[in-house]
């Protein structure tokens, strides 16, 4: 079955820097890789995903880059914020309507 | 639009006891079901996953089970609770079109004491 690797566990950036999140995957045949926030005691909430026909999608201060060779994705935010601060999961499809998470990325964003 | 729910929000239970999670959609049909367990800290295992009335599939061996009565509702059931199942339970729902996103319940946070 599919397995997804997340790095780093704990991402601790300046505000304003840059922070970029990075997963990798095993099925070549995972055709779509959302991302998720999840702020403290809160449910997760899709932030931005990409389909495996594209190389890279943006929205506003987030990017998600995929590498389908490589079999790796990455999430970079920009001018990051306090309210960035959350746990960020990556995620990708297998049989059927399956996701795979990774671990989770513990961002800390520092005013 | 679609909406998710789960109840209870919180649940302290004793070791031994049972337990009975429920989850139901709304705003839409047949959808795929699922829940996650999240302990402390730590990332989304899955639990049971469900593509139809009737029809679980279990990803872990556990003493949990999981029903689904209805096409928009879906149960996590225990008949004794260990230490080990406190956490985070999240209830989900996709679409059945593949390469999908999932939607996630606002949780029940479980306590095992």
């Known amino acids: 079955g599919e397995n997804v690797e997340q790095h780093p566990s704990t991402l601790s950036v300046q505000e304003g820097d840059s922070a970029v999140i990075k997963c990798t995957y095993s099925d070549s045949a995972s055709n779509y890789f959302p991302w998720y926030k999840q702020e403290l005691g809160k449910r997760p909430q899709l932030i931005i995903d990409?389909?495996?026909?594209?190389g890279e999608k943006k929205d506003q201060r987030i990017a998600v880059t995929l590498n389908k060779t490589a079999k790796h994705f990455s999430l970079h935010i920009t001018e990051t914020q306090p309210e960035d601060s959350a746990v960020y999961f990556c995620a990708a499809n297998n049989a059927g309507n399956m996701l795979t998470f990774g671990g989770g990325t513990r961002l800390m964003v520092k005013p | 639009s679609q909406t998710i729910h789960q109840w209870p929000a919180t649940l302290v239970q004793p070791v031994g006891s049972p337990l009975s999670l429920e989850c139901t959609v709304e705003?839409?049909?047949?959808?795929?079901l699922y829940w996650y367990r999240q302990a402390a800290g730590r990332g989304l295992q899955l639990l049971f996953y469900?593509?139809?009335?009737?029809?679980i599939s279990s990803e872990v061996p556990q003493n949990l089970s999981a029903s689904r009565p209805q096409d928009r509702q879906f149960i996590l059931s225990s008949k004794k609770l260990l230490l080990s199942d406190s956490g985070f339970y999240l209830c989900a729902w996709s679409s059945g079109l593949v390469d999908r996103e999932q939607f996630f319940g606002p949780g029940t946070r479980l306590t095992v004491l």
């Open positions: 705003g839409t049909s047949n959808p795929n």
């Open positions: 990409i389909r495996s026909n594209v």
């Open positions: 469900s593509v139809g009335i009737g029809q």
